[in-house]
């Protein structure tokens, strides 16, 4: 398993943008399949988006497509999700996971139960 920590959250204005990072120590990084999740005060954690071990490929939930991007820097062992448009439903504590095993690339929306490793999380506020 990896170990990860998030960051780059803060507060925004509606419309703007934000790049979430998500570190992750070891030399397994780039043998594992990254998903980014969010969840709100008093709901459950939301898929946002996967992306496969070289990064040639990703996979997004219908609520963030063509506003989020997730990529990777495997020599970084950095995973990012860029957010742009921001929108008040946005606000929600954005958690970065790591596949649950190796060389495995979970799509079409998984559940948290497909990743097995978890950062802290960090808080992102839009305002209007």
């Known amino acids: 398993q990896v170990q990860l920590v998030e960051s780059g959250g803060g507060l925004v204005q509606a419309g703007g943008s934000l790049r979430l990072s998500c570190a992750a120590s070891?030399?397994?990084?780039?043998?594992?399949?990254m998903g980014w999740f969010r969840q709100a005060p008093g709901k459950e954690r939301e898929f946002i988006g996967t992306i496969n071990l070289s990064g040639s490929s990703t996979y997004y939930a219908d609520s963030v497509k063509g506003r989020f991007t997730i990529s990777r820097d495997n020599a970084k062992n950095t995973v990012y999700l860029q957010m742009n448009s921001l929108k008040l439903e946005d606000t929600a504590v954005y958690y970065c996971?790591?596949?649950?095993?190796?060389?495995?690339?979970?799509?079409?929306?998984?559940?948290?139960?497909?990743?097995?490793?978890w950062g802290q999380g960090t808080q992102v506020t839009v305002s209007s």
């Open positions: 996971a790591a596949a649950r095993r190796t060389y495995y690339y979970p799509t079409y929306e998984p559940g948290p139960e497909a990743f097995g490793s």
């Open positions: 070891g030399r397994t990084f780039s043998r594992y399949a």
